[in-house]
């Protein structure tokens, strides 16, 4: 089942200004996982936050988590057009992941 | 290089017919899955694998089936009975560890004649 939803769902903006997308679920989790994916391609994990963490970064990435409102934001600064692509968020509950339905971030040059 | 390879890329059904796809993994991972992907929306489990000879279903295993006789391997039976297959199939690994990330493919987008 689908617990995670994207919001928006889709997003364009320029070239060096910042990307934010948020996600919310439904259940407890136990950590909760960003992907990028490009068009017709797999999916490529950027970043993992545990329920326990309320911030975390890699690189122009940064994403917090909310356990007590069940959302989790993803902002990528200074966008790149290489930065075009789908984002999903994924729930991590017993060994499986549930995703969403994904923001579309297109980055114009 | 390690990885994930999913073939053939693109894959053509016929009414009432059986089609496989192909999931290989050398990343030494106990975990495969199988996803479907329909257009804008999310990854949706059909199936999953944490060890060699055994698996389970997911959210939507009907009209599908897998097998697991090598842990290298895990392959994606499209049957007949899949009354709408046409979708992006994507595999994916990972080690059998909470909070793991998962590794895919690059998918097979399978379409009806």
């Known amino acids: 089942s689908q617990q995670g939803e994207e919001d928006p769902q889709a997003l364009s903006i320029q070239e060096g200004e910042n990307a934010t997308m948020n996600c919310s679920y439904k259940?407890?989790?136990?950590?909760l996982q960003w992907y990028r994916q490009n068009s017709g391609r797999g999916l490529v994990h950027l970043i993992l936050?545990?329920?326990?963490?309320r911030e975390k970064h890699s690189g122009r990435l940064r994403v917090t988590l909310d356990t007590s409102k069940k959302s989790s934001s993803l902002l990528i600064t200074a966008s790149r057009a290489a930065d075009t692509a789908s984002y999903f968020c994924?729930?991590?509950?017993?060994?499986?992941?549930?995703f969403g339905a994904g923001t579309t971030v297109t980055v114009r040059a | 290089d390690g990885g994930i390879t999913q073939s053939p890329k693109y894959l053509f059904r016929k009414e009432g017919q059986n089609v496989t796809l192909s999931c290989e993994q050398n990343?030494?991972?106990?975990?495969m899955y199988w996803y479907r992907q329909d257009p804008g929306q999310g990854l949706r489990l059909i199936y999953y694998?944490?060890?060699?000879?055994?698996?389970q279903k997911g959210d939507i295993a009907e009209g599908y089936s897998v097998s697991r006789e090598k842990k290298e391997s895990f392959p994606l039976t499209v049957t007949s009975a899949q009354k709408n297959p046409t979708a992006f199939y994507l595999c994916?690994?990972?080690?059998?560890?909470?909070?793991?990330?998962?590794?895919f493919g690059d998918g097979t987008r399978l379409s009806i004649l």
């Open positions: 990343l030494n991972h106990d975990a």
């Open positions: 259940t407890s989790i136990n950590n």
């Open positions: 994924a729930t991590d509950n017993d060994y499986k992941l549930s």
């Open positions: 936050i545990r329920s326990n963490e």
């Open positions: 994916a690994s990972s080690i059998v560890v909470q909070g793991q990330p998962q590794h």
């Open positions: 694998s944490q060890i060699v000879n055994d698996f």
